[in-house]
């Protein structure tokens, strides 16, 4: 089981890091065999950040991470957890037992979530849209 954790983690973090040279959302990915990270990049100040007077960039450079999280269970059934110190980093903690396929199914969820939303923005109004379903349907 060790080896083939580490077989699948570079296997993981390989395509991961392949998914971020095509999404500038992604910051970094690091890890070792199968505890790995994936860190968000903070959102570049805009015309939205100053219409909103920086609410929308805090928002997103606070909430990126579990916004995404929150897309990947709703969306993919996949459970992922932001770090306590950084809420912009998942964690992504398969089990030893994970094959290629499930491997491939989590990083194939990812790249939809980036080109469906288009980065920080639809993320986040996505996000907003759910949170505002849950409040309503109570």
Do not use: C, H, W
């Not at 083939?4 to 999404?23: S, V």
Request: aromatic share 8%; no cysteine.
């Amino acid at each position: 089981l060790p080896q083939k954790a580490k077989e699948n983690g570079d296997y993981f973090i390989d395509k991961l890091n392949k998914l971020k040279e095509k999404n500038k959302i992604i910051k970094d990915v690091r890890g070792r065999g199968l505890l790995i990270g994936i860190e968000f990049e903070q959102p570049a100040k805009g015309i939205l950040d100053k219409i909103s007077q920086g609410a929308l960039n805090k928002f997103a450079s606070e909430y990126t991470g579990s916004m995404v999280a929150g897309e990947l269970l709703n969306t993919y059934r996949i459970i992922t957890a932001y770090t306590l110190n950084n809420p912009n980093v998942i964690r992504l903690e398969p089990p030893l037992i994970v094959n290629k396929e499930q491997i491939d199914y989590v990083v194939s969820s990812l790249d939809e979530i980036f080109k469906k939303y288009k980065g920080f923005l639809g993320i986040t109004l996505k996000s907003a849209k759910t949170a505002l379903n849950s409040i309503l349907s109570r």
